[in-house]
Nanobody, 115 residues
């Protein structure tokens, strides 16, 4: 059974940094693409970043240059380093993967950017 568990969210001031982590189980981690999504309050969930099994990355335009996605295959963990945070980055952040046609989500971690 695929399980994803996010951690690392919290309250941070504008301009600050946070690193989110997502621990995966139930998959051969190194074989899978991992994604980060977010859902701002009152809005739909949106894709934020992707890291492929061979470490190719892609980002939402509004986070390019501020966010970095990475993975540690030995720890079955994907990270999202978020720098220069803005109030509009406030959201619940989710990691996600796909296996055999099904999409899996973690429970999410809240990130609040506010002074």
């Amino acid at each position: 059974q695929v399980q994803l568990v996010e951690s690392g969210g919290g309250l941070v001031q504008p301009g600050g940094s946070l690193r989110l982590s997502c621990l995966a189980s139930g998959i051969i981690f190194s074989d899978y693409r991992l994604d980060w999504y977010r859902q701002p309050p009152g809005k739909e969930r949106e894709w934020v970043a992707t890291i492929a099994s061979f470490n190719l990355t892609n980002y939402l335009d509004s986070v390019k240059g501020r966010f970095t996605i990475s993975r540690d295959n030995a720890k079955n963990t994907v990270y999202l380093q978020m720098n220069s945070l803005k109030p509009e980055d406030t959201a619940v952040y989710y990691c996600s993967t796909r296996r055999l046609g099904s999409v899996y989500w973690g429970q999410g971690t809240q990130v609040t950017v506010s002074s």
